[in-house]
């Protein structure tokens, strides 16, 4: 396969749990995804815009068979308490396309229900809150088969501007030799939040400052569906102003280049401490040098052979060194994927997370009757999300009956375009 094909084997794959954010070079100069704040932005919620009611086509009422969207909102910070006027908001789905969004004010005892909702195969349905400049947003889920009642329960906290008990769960640090003199680089950050309280901005100070090593350039978040305003630039890195909520990690995908020489030093300086560090190297030339760094072998990876090192946990104030290095051979000849790789490496993290998030939004107990459309367009995006699926199996995030499941209907749907594709 040419690096054109690569590049658009791998795009669908990548777009099935996200959209990919433009570049941002150099850091003075801010595009699409990665946006200054207004010199009065107020507290950014991390809300999106208000979802709008249905068309008279799309009205409740087309439907025999009803039932009922049930719940209650508990307030999870230690001795608060749910306010009796709090709106829970209705939204239903069919396979992502919004279908209608309607509103009830919870009870004294912050119980809720929605009546005479429709029971549509393939339609699941999510509720949320807006507390305190914050949303809070249930699991997407279908009425159980057989069952007309939908428990669409919340939780709410408090909320809190201190970011100092924010901890990294894992690092992830991807490096391919990008171009003559320079390294290009890609980070996944998992970042866990407090136990009962969602930690918000202060003074438009942002909650999660991510330092990034001296001279960096070429800034590119994964992100471009966020609303505008959630992330700032700064001489030192960016910072992210959506709130952390516990129990719902902040995912954070981006890529920047550096300087480089073989023999240099990598540094950057942890805010918060870090769990466990996993150093991904996919160009063939290079090496790595840390102390505590264990290699834990090659893996393939989309097709590129990986070779990954692991480090154990780093506090908070620390510094990530590391000392790069490559063969000879890169420094003179070249490498004509590159500038390919990294994106092709970016994409499959980005589906690994999109294809987990889908999977576990369609419920465990539940069998998905369908792959999302825009992994139809290419026979080599299913075969990528394949692999995705098998190392996610492999790494314990999936129980294997879903695995096995899912793997099944993404092979199935590969063979058939396969057979259907006259080249």
Request: net charge negative.
């Amino acid at each position: 396969m040419n690096k054109h094909g690569l590049w658009m084997a791998l795009l669908p794959v990548a777009l099935a749990g996200c959209s990919l954010g433009g570049d941002i070079t150099p850091p003075a100069q801010i595009d699409s995804g990665l946006t200054p704040i207004a010199d009065n932005p107020g507290q950014y919620t991390g809300a999106g815009a208000q979802a709008t009611h249905p068309s008279e086509a799309q009205e409740q009422g087309s439907y025999s068979s009803k039932g009922s969207v049930i719940g209650v909102i508990e307030n999870e910070t230690t001795g608060a308490s749910v306010p009796g006027d709090l709106e829970v908001t209705l939204v239903a789905s069919d396979e992502g396309a919004f279908v209608f969004s309607t509103t009830t004010i919870v009870d004294k005892n912050g119980r809720f229900a929605f009546d005479d909702v429709d029971i549509v195969p393939d339609r699941f349905y999510l509720t949320y809150v807006d507390y305190q400049e914050v949303r809070y947003v249930s699991d997407a889920l279908y009425f159980p088969e057989g069952d007309a009642s939908l428990d669409l329960s919340l939780q709410i906290f408090e909320t809190t501007e201190d970011c100092s008990g924010l901890r990294v769960r894992r690092l992830h640090l991807i490096f391919e030799l990008a171009a003559e003199n320079q390294i290009g680089v890609t980070q996944v950050w998992i970042i866990d939040g407090l136990e009962d309280r969602t930690v918000i901005e202060g003074d438009g100070a942002g909650v999660v400052d991510i330092r990034l090593p001296a001279g960096f350039s070429n800034l590119g978040i994964n992100d471009s569906i966020s609303p505008e305003g959630r992330y700032l630039l700064s001489d030192t890195g960016f910072i992210d102003r959506a709130p952390v909520q516990p129990a719902k990690p902040a995912e954070l995908v981006f890529t920047f280049t550096l300087p480089y020489e073989s023999g240099s030093d990598y540094s950057q300086r942890l805010i918060y401490p870090v769990d466990a560090v996993v150093v991904m190297l996919v160009s063939e030339e290079l090496t790595v040098q840390a102390d505590e760094l264990e290699d834990l072998g090659r893996r393939d990876v989309a097709g590129f052979s990986i070779r990954s090192y692991g480090m154990g946990t780093l506090q908070a104030g620390d510094a990530l060194t590391l000392r790069l290095g490559s063969k000879a051979a890169m420094l003179h000849g070249g490498n004509a994927l590159i500038g390919y790789v990294s994106a092709a490496i970016l994409l499959v993290v980005v589906a690994l997370f999109g294809l987990l998030r889908f999977i576990r939004m369609k419920q465990v107990d539940r069998e998905v009757e369908s792959i999302p459309q825009n992994l139809q367009d290419d026979c080599q995006a299913f075969i990528k999300a394949i692999a995705t699926l098998d190392d996610a199996f492999e790494a314990g995030e999936l129980v294997e009956d879903v695995y096995q499941r899912e793997r099944a209907k993404l092979k199935k749907q590969a063979l058939y375009i396969l057979r259907g594709d006259d080249d």
